[in-house]
């Protein structure tokens, strides 16, 4: 067979495990896995791992979060996930609450408020979609999927539901924190609505009452300072509300995806779910996996550049979560990338009388490090294999989100997203490295071995050796199946 490109000499990770080979690329496809192909165009991976394109299936790029909106735009933000060896997001849409929430005060929001959600994106569900797909189109350089937000469970948004499902958006996110969260006779009718449509629910999962409690408790006594954010939101919130999300969501016959699971008691809850048959799967995300709640003691209010929720976790948590995620308890590794700038953002434009941590603009930046840092700390920290690397974040997320066959896999007749990693590279994570629109990377001075040199999106090479050769708008909204 004669093909296009063919990618000689790599070890090639997939599902039959790592083989050596080439791989024939025909168009937009893997033509061909196999010894001694030609291709008009051959790129010499001797030495190199070759790997799916990565998915990350947790992104909020362009997000609206009260009076800022995160700093990497669809243009800015796929890049930097390109550069970083993904080349499938999923984001998620905002629509206008049927009925609306006031706007969350005093919250440590890392999501948006109900109002801000909304503006310009219309009302009701679908109408939601087509303005996120609209800010998206034109500027995506990778391909990309939504989840669709659930802020109300009112008869209009769930009579919506199976036309979303139609059009291509099969997982629905619901929280059970901030302003709009929805109660649990709300959640559970939205749960029951989704999984009888065909599609799944992801919940973010912390206990808003006992949270409130909390983040009152330490203002009253002037504890305002970052250090009290972990405080205010402790392992017990989220341990929870993850039983709870499970069992309603068991009692809904709707499959539930825990997100950003960050504690050993969060996971340990998910294990036990899957354990029994439950339809139920976690993530978690690079911060949990490689930083600590020790982050949130740096001087002065540099400890405001680790304010996302759930917080970072112990140490303790951190052995739990790499030991879940080897086991499969965890599914999948997203980022959660939220980026807002240290400066006027995360300050609120204050930077000589900061925000108190619960007005800090809860999130951080972490899209294009993903692939290198779980290398770095799974792989070659004995943690994981390069098999279950690549099933964390490449192929689970493929198959759990309803896109196994088109991406996630170097299988034929699959779509050519495809990264050349060099196990051997070593790289020092800083703002100079990175392409994120962000002032700073919470993994600054981390230093990897292992790293990305090459990306490919069907068939066409956007990145080569740390720059971006792409263009904007090559990226293609991706209509999703049911799990």
Known sequence: MHCDIVIRHGALVTPAGVIRGDLGIIGERIAAIGPDLRGREEIDA????????GIDPHVHLQMPAGAVTSSDDWYTGTVAAACGGTTTVIDFVEPTPTQPSPVPTGEGYGAPSSAAAGEGRGGGLLPGLAARRAEAEGKAVIDYGLHMTLLDAAPATLA???????AGVTSFKAYT?????????????????????????????????????????????????PRYHPRSRPAGMEAEAVERALALGEAAGCPVYIVHTSTGRGADAIARARARGQAAFGETCPQYLVLTDAEYDRPGFEGAKFVCSPPLRTAEDQVALWAHLAADALSTVGTDHCPFFYACQKDLGRPDAPPPFNRTPG??????????????????????????????????????????GRKGELTVGADADVVIFDPDREVTLSRAVLHENCDYTPYDGCQLKGYPVLTMLRGRVIVRDGQFVGEAGEGRFLVRGSK
């Not at 001797?46 to 394109?53: Q, R």
């Not at 919506?160 to 139609?166: L, S």
């Not at 065909?198 to 330490?218: P, T």
């Open 177 to 225: 924190t901030y302003s709009f969260k929805l109660t649990d006779d709300t959640l559970v009718a939205g749960m029951a609505a989704v999984g009888a449509a065909g599609g799944m629910v992801l919940v973010h999962a912390e206990n808003d009452a006992g949270i409130a409690f909390l983040r009152k408790r330490l203002l009253d006594a002037g504890h305002v300072e």
């Open 46 to 53: 001797a030495g190199k791992l070759v790997i799916p394109g």
């Open 160 to 166: 919506e539901i199976p036309e979303v499902v139609a």
């Open 363 to 404: 999130g951080m930046p972490g899209i294009e490090g993903r692939l290198a840092l779980l290398y770095t700390y799974g792989v070659g920290a004995g943690r994981m294999t390069v098999e279950r690397w690549v099933e964390v974040c490449c192929s689970g997320p493929a198959r759990i989100f309803g896109l196994t």
